[in-house]
């Protein structure tokens, strides 16, 4: 199964770190936030990841190389060059098709490269459950941030994302920027098409085509420079 790297965002709540460096570059625990995606990618079997780029985006590619180093195969879907700026996230996910999928029905993932969940698995056999089935997207979804209270989806006790409202437990959760996705989801977008991925979840969710579980482990959407110092920190006091 392929990936699709997301990384084509201004970063403007990171500014003034992003002024000369794309945010997914941003080191975290003296590694590019990217590049912990990257590992985990080719830890888990993924041979194949699509990076988008459009914000300083000739800096990525030059960072990243060609993936051989990672044990991955990269193709750089360059929106800056060809469009002049960012697609936004299904924006972004339509223009990489060709290189994502085979088809409308081929799956594949989809990560952020702004967001920190070094323990997420990019499990085969649950991507291939996925990629057999019918569902649209599965999303993985946490506990809402303090910059984003209200949440987004509730999650049904069937395990179908809920767009209009909380689900059994009460509660509306965050999409963490991890998800499963069938092509069929972005494949109406011309490429080339600023579109955001959200409205198309919603409506997959109303027609009971997504379904959705709570990721437990770390995770944190790297936003503000606060919020980078904050993850570097030392832990234990040493320094």
Not at 40 to 66: F, K, Y
Not at 78 to 90: F, I, K, V, Y
């Amino acid at each position: 199964m392929r990936a699709i790297v997301l990384a084509a965002g201004r970063g403007n709540r990171m500014r003034p770190l992003t002024d000369h460096t794309p945010k997914p570059l941003l080191k975290v625990h003296g590694k590019p936030l990217i590049e912990w995606h990257l590992e985990a990618l080719a830890r888990d079997g993924v041979r194949e990841v699509v990076v988008n780029t459009a914000w300083l985006e000739d800096q990525i590619p030059a960072a990243l190389g060609d993936g051989s180093r990672f044990g991955l195969s990269i193709r750089y879907s360059m929106e800056g060059r060809d469009h002049g700026d960012a697609l936004e996230t299904a924006g972004g996910i339509a223009k990489a098709l060709p290189w994502l999928a085979d088809g409308p029905d081929s799956a594949f993932w989809v990560v952020s490269g702004d967001i920190f969940c070094p323990g997420f698995r990019f499990d085969a056999p649950t991507g291939a459950a996925f990629a057999a089935g019918g569902r649209l997207a599965h999303v993985w979804l946490v506990p809402n941030p303090p910059f984003h209270e209200k949440g987004d989806f509730g999650l049904g006790a069937d395990g179908f994302g809920l767009a209009d409202g909380p689900g059994p437990d009460g509660r509306r959760w965050t999409y963490s920027n991890l998800a499963l996705v069938r092509a069929s989801l972005c494949a109406h977008l011309v490429p080339g098409t600023r579109a955001a991925l959200g409205p198309l979840l919603f409506d997959g969710m109303r027609q009971h085509r997504i379904t959705a579980e709570v990721y437990g482990g770390t995770w944190e959407n790297v936003g503000t420079p606060e919020q980078l110092a904050a993850l570097n920190a030392p832990r234990d006091g040493s320094g």
